[in-house]
């Protein structure tokens, strides 16, 4: 069977199915794991599949809605306040900069910045900048752009442009979703292209996500797992989703 036929195939399958591992993919097919991927990426790139955490569904199943600030802000609000907790302890020395990117992780990571430790904060955040406005050891900047009212950061060439010329001795980044074959995602181009400038302008990265996010893969890649340093997690991670993701090099943290 050729590459082609067998790719048709395989999204007619998947179309059937619902969804289908890439185990059983590679099964059904006799081929290995590696080139189910490789067929399961030109699938997807042509509009046929949708890649999901260890596999693959039919494109036309899969809705994207980008849940708001508010609504995101209620989903494991007491997972999210143990990961801030545990992200202030990697702050870089008194006197340092760092970005605090867009979330609702980030927003209570801001909250619980130690009013002893003197740093410059720059962020493209609204509720962010909100938060620290009246903290008197923070340095505020904040960056230019057009502010999306789902997520309320600003985003947009000029926020791009700004982070470039950016050097930060750490970048806090959230994510919409954390793989350890495709790394970070989120469903909007110009947010992802906000965070990628985030993670390009931090010397080290650190990502701050519930274990909700584990296994999720949205529409637009920001980083690999190469980009990053550490993730703060919270206690929900599965043992095996840890493991995957420490054999790909990053540090995991469980708040």
Known sequence: MYAEERQQAMAQLIGQQGRLSVAELAETFAVTTETVRRDLSTLERIGLVRRMHGGAVPASSLTVIEAGLRERDQVNPGAKDAIAAA?????????????????????????????????????????????????????????????????????????????????????????????????????????AATKRAIVAAGRRTVVVADSSKIGVENAQRFASLDDLDVLVIDSGIKDEDRDALQAAGLEVVVA
């Open 87 to 191: 992200a202030v302890q990697l702050l870089p020395p008194p006197g340092s900069v760092i970005i605090l990117d867009a979330g609702s992780t980030t927003v209570r990571l801001a909250a619980v910045l130690p009013r002893d430790h003197r740093l410059t904060v720059v962020t493209h955040a609204v509720p962010v900048a909100a938060r620290l406005a009246g903290f008197p050891q923070i340095e505020l900047h904040l960056l230019p752009g057009r502010v999306r009212s789902t997520t309320q950061a600003a985003v947009g060439s000029d926020t791009v442009a700004a982070l470039a010329n950016l050097r930060a001795d750490v970048s806090f980044v959230a994510t919409n979703g954390i793989s350890a074959e495709y790394g970070l995602t989120t469903p909007d181009r110009d947010e």
